[in-house]
Every structure is written in C-alpha cells, then in structure tokens.
C-alpha cells in the first residue's frame, strides 16, 4: 500500500503559544510505499519527520489519538493526533526543545490504471 501524509504542527501546551512560533506546515507532505498496513507507514513516517526537525517517540505513536472529519453527516477517522519535539530558537543564541501536536491527515493511494 501506498499513502499520503499531510501535517499541520501546532504549540501542545497553552503557555507556549503567544511566547514560540511554529511553521504549521513545517512537514511537508509526503509518500509512504511499501507498506502492508497504516501501522507499520507510520513508523515510517515517524522516522521521515525528522529531516523537519521533528522528533516523535516510539511511545508516542502508541497513545495517537484519532482525528475525525464530518463528512456527508457522519463522523469519519481521517488520520490521528501524534505528540512530538521539535527545537525552537530563543533569540540568545540556544534553542529551547518544546512539545509539538502533529495532526496526521492520511489517504491511501491507488492506482486505477495499474
């Protein structure tokens, strides 16, 4: 199976936002293939997201959290909820590490031609 990844990155604790700034598109999006379930994509994806400077632990993939979107009147999972790190800058010349939430939106590719 092949999937498709899109990812928005916003500030996990309250008192962060206002004092840090986060790109929301700081992951572009990106193909996993190869791959016979969700599961085993998201490791992979999970190894891939640190090229943007993003860490998720191995726990983390554990206590996901599904994401859900209405569509046609009903409740649809759409991807999950992930905890990450990512490093932001402090302006002093150190970067302070600060807790990051992930929200996965995940399609699975298909070929109809093939």
């Known amino acids: 199976m092949r999937y498709?990844?899109?990812?928005?990155?916003?500030?996990?604790?309250?008192r962060d936002i206002g004092k840090w700034w986060i790109d929301r598109d700081i992951i572009h999006d990106f193909t996993v293939g190869g791959c016979d379930n969700v599961n085993q994509a998201l490791q992979v994806y999970?190894?891939?997201?640190?090229?943007?400077?993003v860490t998720i632990a191995k726990s983390a993939l554990s206590r996901k959290q599904p994401m859900y979107n209405c569509i046609g009147g009903e409740n649809v999972q759409i991807?999950?909820?992930?905890?990450?790190?990512?490093?932001?800058?402090?302006?002093c010349g150190s970067f302070s590490t600060k807790p990051?939430?992930?929200?996965?939106?995940?399609?699975?590719i298909n070929y109809p031609f093939k």
């Open 100 to 108: 990051i939430l992930l929200w996965v939106e995940i399609f699975e």
């Open 46 to 53: 999970r190894e891939r997201v640190e090229q943007f400077g």
């Open 4 to 14: 498709l990844f899109r990812t928005k990155t916003t500030l996990s604790l309250e």
């Open 79 to 91: 991807g999950y909820v992930i905890n990450g790190w990512s490093d932001f800058d402090n302006n």
